[in-house]
């Protein structure tokens, strides 16, 4: 579909518009209920490494607008869902939602007050708002998802799942070691869903150590 300029509109809002609706993902998100295209993101990536078991503790991290939740809910069941996001999010039936900033101490306290004996697996699917400069975007990033970790090794039970979204750009190295370090498989994946023109990919944590053998192994380095 063909979008024609506008007057007033920018030409940045015009190829937005017409990815948009020439976006198969996005038709098939409204089809089928989903609040974003990226609903598909974490299908394919589940379908491949089958984190979200049924009865499953999940907290989503940056769940607005709330497609994450919806198909953590689908797969893991209600009422094993907390979605957390700095801004107010619509309410998404079988999940509990908590408007707070994974940057302070009180998400994490929320989350914990929510499920006190901890969580199976952390979604952060975060990303800031595109300044159009590369290299800044992928710094801003990879320290949201460096925070959604950080969070992880809090909250998560042993042999837990880590899921996150980085840009490729080099300075995420320092994460992944810290990762590899947490969890005793990383995997990398990029879903289908991904647009092809974008830098984003997926890390995947497996089997988190817990958080006192993450410490003990840190000491020892």
Not at 74 to 102: C, F, H
Not at 113 to 120: A, F, M, P, R
Request: glycine share 8%.
């Amino acid at each position: 579909m063909r979008v024609k300029s506008a007057r007033g509109r920018k030409i940045s809002s015009t190829r937005w518009l017409s990815r948009q609706l020439n976006d198969p993902y996005v038709a098939q998100a409204r089809k089928a209920g989903y609040r974003s295209r990226a609903a598909f993101k974490l299908t394919e990536l589940d379908d491949r490494f089958g984190f979200l078991r049924a009865g499953a503790k999940v907290v989503d991290l940056g769940a607005a607008p709330g497609g994450w939740t919806q198909v953590a809910v689908e797969r893991a069941g209600k009422d094993n869902v907390i979605a957390l996001d700095v801004s107010p999010m619509d309410a998404v039936a079988g999940a509990r939602i908590i408007t707070a900033d994974i940057l302070e101490d009180a998400s994490i306290e929320a989350i914990l007050e929510s499920t006190q004996d901890g969580v199976d697996i952390v979604l952060s699917d975060i990303a800031p708002p595109a300044t159009g400069h590369r290299s800044t975007d992928h710094v801003r990033i990879v320290a949201l998802a460096e925070a959604a970790f950080d969070v992880a090794c809090q909250v998560l039970r042993p042999g837990g799942v880590f899921v996150a979204k980085v840009y490729q750009g080099g300075s995420e190295r320092d994460f992944l070691a810290a990762l590899k370090q947490s969890f005793r498989t990383v995997k990398h994946a990029k879903p289908n869903a991904s647009r092809k023109e974008s830098s984003e990919t997926y890390v995947i944590g497996i089997d988190f150590r817990g958080a006192d053998d993450v410490k003990s192994s840190s000491s020892e380095a």
